[in-house]
RNA sequence: GGGCGAGUAGCUCAGUUGGUCUAGAGCACCUGCCUUACAAGCAGGGGGUCGGGAGUUCGACUCUCUCCUCGCCCACCA
């Protein structure tokens, strides 16, 4: 038997742990295990129930206890050969190399709010996870790790150890970023989890170039590419960003070969002229048209080149002049190809000078540029230098200048693909949220350039194409399919391509692969892709709408005829409160896990969506230094609204039940509803339709923002509050029913918030339905408005309350009178259908308004000494006796007089109007003569009170 | 240069097809409260010529034009 007073002990001092988390985890999984031996919620005396219920919601203790729980119960988990309509989403698959950044706990919250939404509505859903094996940032990493730790170069261990060392690597700290998003509480389906260079996805990524290789898609070609020296590897145009340098223009001195005329031509990089090859001018620049054909020097390297006619010469730009240097520009190297020059490469691939750069070959480009323009200086050859800012090409990776480097290197021809992903995306058939999107899709797609797939790495997916010896060679699965496919006999000798594929050439396929297609060259079709092909939803920051978005279009449409998913919704972009983009590189984001760690994961969760409106940046008041981030106590004090709020109605219930002598079995008879009890009824229905439809539009804000307006307002505010007042002028059984009329619709509030706050809501479900601990809020259905309940007439009438009851309030505060010290009120009210509600709720609103005696009728003498209001020609007397200032009372009506004959005098305006009269809805008019006569009737009522005063 | 988005209270933002808006909320601020869940709370209050200008309309935060400011994306001229 174990031992109640032990355990009494130990929760008595639960708060002097506080500090210890480690021992409040003990001693709450302690009595978790009486839990669920059903050993304490029947027999431990209330003291000890009340320390279940701590005063303040305490967020790690539900965390740590249920999310190990809910993957225990297998609830993430999909079944493909479910009956039930199927709901996913693809999570997209953070680097190898991540750590959990807000960017994450925005995306992850949003899917996470998505898919728990619909698991509830009873979809099959499957959030599939994944990671991506990010080519050049993880060989960087590994790298720099090799080079610290034992002093060696990825060369020294050959590409066979070092891709075995990445593997080492990413086993050993491959994970970290799915253990933090655990924290967060996503309820993704991680035995699913797929990595893209797992063997299936590998087989894809294969199957998928042999294919367009085979259909004429890829092909190999001589280029100018964008090059990172640092990474020593080919990037894509996508991974270049522009950024504005301030830089020297030096106007170099090109005389001819025959007098002592130059050209004068500008260059930035003056460590290039060793491959210039011609000067271009305008052919329409009447300044040169007579020196085409002729001869000029270039200066330094003593090179005879010609000067040619070319439209890339900007007759407005600088002196019109422009060196042409095909290898290191690819305007240049348009240029040359349409007048068949040469190409003199100067530079290598660590960017230092070749040896056509005479002296200064070895020398870094940057060093090189400032030797040269010395040299250029004495030689006298500059005519002058500015200051010029202007933009350089950036690697996104390493941040260096990117060289435009001529090589061989593989590409995808884009246009075909992308005619039917921008169809399908024009046609409304893939959505896009916020929809202006689609302009900057279509804009890329109608602009679309070949795709530069091939980077000079090692880890990554090695190229599937096999070379003979005499340069034949095509794309196969392997070395016997290669000789297949080229005729070969078994023991030609092969070898295969040495690059590797750029990541996002996995990462394209990714709806296809997680879902197992092609994963052994041969499964056309899998359970999964059948069951949930196209995904439902993609989260996702814009920054990736053409490395990602637009490639899977283009790819699932391609190879599976479908698009990849039917909606996508764009995240906001988190920056801190100078409006920076929160970076590692800037060091202005705290650890999301510190902020987790501070609030809970439900409040960070319920603050990120609550600040972050669809397409729009969200400014967030970081605090690195602290760890900080102030405004998560939005959500962290809504978590601890919602808990007291539970923890006063089980309260209530409790004494209910133990004033009932134990007898709960007590049922709410529809009759004795109050108007309260309808109006909140209505409210939380009216609540529910709007806020499943806000989640239907994707206006995740709008929901958070309506959740926690009805339940802080229209619920704690005002509802509990007359509940309290209701259970005071009820019998035993009377408390009882209207306690659990309350938890019922607090229930159907805690479904409604489960899918953005899943921790606290699951705690407070099981406290207050003593479910046991394998059952689970989170498979329980999503509520559902039911219209009989919703009565927009109930609602003006406790509008009608409220606003008497604040009238009241206001009126009381414009005194010195203490809250406590209730006072006497009357109230007259002409209209009879009105007026019964308000005897109805007579108890409420003297309880609320803290009334001593409270008089309502058709008619009420102005009680002497009394401060007086009109509320929609409802008249309130509130009494004060000696304590009234008769003075600020004047004061405050005649101020009221003259609010109401200016607004009179408006609406007469308007109305006196005919062309108002004429052209406005008739219940515009109408309504504005209703306010015209309302507000006389106060008027009259306003200045007969500060007369009577 | 082209495109997109934004400018509403000190700050962060709502404001649905123009009329019930005397423009709202949270935070901050001021006043009063330990009122039988919650001080991570309760009650009340001050604060905005809705970026400027023009136009359409009986009526404009909302529609049109124009200008200004900020942010992002694309292109890129040596």
């Known amino acids: 038997m174990f031992n109640v007073k032990l355990l009494f002990d130990i929760s008595k001092h639960v708060d002097k742990y506080h500090q210890n988390i480690f021992q409040r985890v003990a001693i709450i999984s302690y ?340 030797r040269v323009s010395k040299k250029l200086e004495e030689l006298n050859l500059i005519e002058k230098v500015e200051d010029y800012a202007h933009n350089v090409g950036i690697s996104q990776r390493g941040g260096e200048p990117v060289e435009p480097l001529l090589s061989d290197q593989w590409f995808v021809k884009m246009k075909p693909l992308a005619e039917l992903a921008l169809k399908v995306v024009q046609d409304g058939e893939i959505k896009f949220h916020p929809n202006h999107w689609i302009k900057t899709y279509e804009h890329w797609m109608n602009n679309i350039k070949d795709w530069c797939i091939s980077r000079q790495l090692w880890w990554g997916h090695q190229i599937p194409v096999y070379y003979t010896e005499d340069g034949r060679f095509t794309a196969a699965i392997d070395e016997a399919h290669a000789r297949e496919k080229l005729g070969l006999d078994a023991n030609v000798a092969l070898k295969q391509e040495e690059d590797v594929l750029d990541t996002w050439f996995s990462s394209w396929l990714w709806p296809m692969t997680t879902m197992g297609w092609m994963n052994d060259h041969k499964t056309e079709s899998t359970p999964d892709l059948e069951k949930f092909l196209p995904t439902d939803l993609l989260v996702t920051g814009p920054d990736i709408i053409f490395f990602w978005v637009a490639r899977m279009i283009m790819a699932t449409e391609k190879f599976k005829g479908e698009i990849p998913f039917k909606d996508v919704y764009f995240t906001s972009m988190i920056r801190d409160g100078q409006g920076r983009k929160l970076s590692k590189s800037l060091g202005n984001s705290p650890d999301p896990l510190n902020i987790i760690a501070k609030y809970g994961a439900d409040a960070v969760r319920f603050t990120m969506i609550f600040l972050a409106p669809l397409g729009q940046d969200v400014r967030m008041d970081v605090d690195v230094d602290a760890q900080d981030i102030p405004s998560m106590e939005i959500g962290r004090n809504f978590a601890n609204k919602v808990w007291n709020a539970g923890r006063f109605l089980n309260m209530k219930l409790d004494q209910a039940i133990e004033n009932n002598n134990g007898n709960s079995d007590v049922c709410i008879d529809e009759n004795t509803l109050t108007t309260a009890d309808k109006w909140i009824r209505s409210r939380y229905n009216t609540t529910i339709e709007k806020l499943n439809q806000s989640l239907s539009d994707f206006k995740v804000t709008e929901y958070s923002k309506m959740l926690y307006d009805f339940i802080w307002r229209d619920f704690c505010d005002w509802y509990v509050e007359i509940v309290k007042i209701q259970f005071n002028d009820a019998d035993s059984a009377k408390q009882v029913a209207i306690a659990k009329f309350a938890i019922e619709i607090y229930e159907g509030i805690l479904r409604m918030l489960h899918p953005v706050m899943p921790f606290i809501t699951e705690e407070l479900w099981h406290l207050l339905s003593g479910k046991d601990d394998n059952e689970t809020i989170s498979t329980q259905a999503t509520p559902m408005p039911n219209n009989t309940h919703i009565d927009s007439n109930i609602e003006d009438k406790l509008a009608l309350v409220q606003n008497i009851v604040e009238e009241i309030r206001k009126l009381r505060s414009s005194t010195s009178i203490p809250p406590s010290q209730k006072l006497p009120v009357a109230i007259a009210i002409k209209e009879n259908a009105i007026r019964e509600v308000f005897s109805e709720a007579k108890n409420v609103i003297a309880g609320m308004a803290k009334c001593s005696e409270l008089e309502i009728a058709e008619s009420v003498e102005k009680p002497s000494s009394s401060l007086s209001s009109v509320v929609r020609e409802i008249e309130i007397f509130v009494s004060l006796g000696d304590a009234i200032d008769l003075d600020k009372e004047r004061e405050r009506l005649e101020k009221e007089i003259a609010r109401l004959e200016g607004n009179i005098r408006a609406c007469e305006k308007k109305l006196s109007n005919e062309k108002f009269v004429s052209n406005a809805p008739a219940d515009v008019v109408a309504y504005e003569k209703e306010k015209l006569d309302s507000m006389k009737e106060s008027l009259l009522k306003v200045k007969d009170n500060l007369a009577n005063l």
């Open 31 to 370: 009595l978790c295990k009486l839990k669920k031996n059903n050993l304490y919620y029947n027999k431990i005396n209330t003291t000890t129930m009340k320390k279940e219920f701590p005063k303040a919601y305490e967020p790690i203790l539900s965390e740590d206890k249920w999310y190990p729980l809910w993957l225990e119960n297998k609830i993430f988990a999909a079944d493909n050969n479910s009956n039930k309509e199927a709901y996913s989403i693809l999570m997209p698959p953070p680097n190898v190399t991540g750590i959990l950044h807000f960017g994450h706990v925005l995306n992850s919250t949003l899917q996470d709010i998505y898919i728990r939404w619909k698991r509830m509505q009873g979809y099959e859903v499957c959030w599939f996870p994944g990671m991506d094996h990010a080519g050049i940032a993880t060989q960087a990493r590994v790298e720099k790790e090799l080079k610290a730790t034992e002093n060696l170069s990825r060369y020294d261990l050959g590409r066979e150890k070092f891709v075995e060392k990445v593997w080492e690597w990413k086993e050993k700290y491959g994970g970290i970023i799915f253990n933090q998003l655990q924290k967060l509480g996503i309820s993704t389906d991680w035995d699913r989890t797929l990595f893209t260079m797992d063997e299936s996805a590998s087989n894809a990524v294969k199957e998928v170039f042999i294919r367009l290789f085979d259909e004429g898609l890829v092909y190999k070609g001589k280029r100018i590419i964008n090059w990172s020296p640092l990474a020593q590897t080919a990037l894509s145009d996508e991974e270049v960003e522009f950024k504005e340098i301030n830089e020297k223009l030096y106007t170099l001195r090109y005389y001819f070969e025959d007098s002592n005329d130059y050209l004068m031509v500008a260059t930035v990089r003056t460590e290039t002229i060793f491959g210039d090859i011609a000067v271009a001018v305008n052919p329409n620049d009447e300044r040169y048209k007579h020196l085409i054909g002729k001869n000029v020097i270039v200066p330094l390297v003593g090179r005879k080149v010609p000067v040619i006619p070319d439209e890339h010469a900007d007759p407005e730009f600088g002196t019109g002049c422009v060196k042409i240097t095909p290898a290191h520009d690819p305007n240049d190297f348009l240029v040359g190809e349409r007048h068949n020059l040469d190409i003199i490469n100067t530079i290598n691939p660590d960017a230092t000078l070749n040896e056509n750069a005479g002296e200064f070959a070895g020398l870094d480009r940057f060093e090189a540029r400032k």
